[in-house]
């Protein structure tokens, strides 16, 4: 059974940072993309940032430059270090397992608001 339990979120002032972590379970991690995606009230849910088997990453024009993903194959988790973070960053944030480019197995989701 698939697991994924985000943690880390949190309130923080605009320009400041957080790092987000990704615990799963019940699947072979290291063979799988896995992702961090947001969704904000009233929005849409996106994809903020992926990172495949090899570590190859990639992230959403709006977080390129203060985001960064990264995964530990040992530890069966994936991270999210989020800098410089403006109240537009504010989202419930998800990891998700991704399966042929779309994402599945959601979390529970993680708070972050950005906020003075």
């Known amino acids: 059974q698939v697991k994924l339990v985000e943690s880390g979120g949190g309130l923080v002032q605009p320009g400041g940072s957080l790092r987000l972590s990704c615990a799963a379970s019940g699947f072979i991690f290291r063979i799988y993309t896995m992702g961090w995606y947001r969704q904000a009230p009233g929005k849409q849910r996106e994809s903020v940032a992926t990172?495949?088997?090899?570590?190859?990453?990639n992230y959403a024009d709006s977080v390129k430059g203060r985001f960064t993903i990264s995964r530990d194959n040992a530890k069966n988790t994936v991270y999210l270090q989020m800098n410089s973070l403006t109240p537009e960053d504010t989202a419930v944030y998800y990891c998700?397992?991704?399966?042929?480019?779309?994402?599945?197995?959601w979390g529970q989701g993680t708070q972050v608001t950005v906020s003075s």
């Open positions: 998700s397992r991704i399966t042929q480019g779309l994402p599945n197995s």
């Open positions: 990172i495949n088997s090899g570590s190859s990453t």
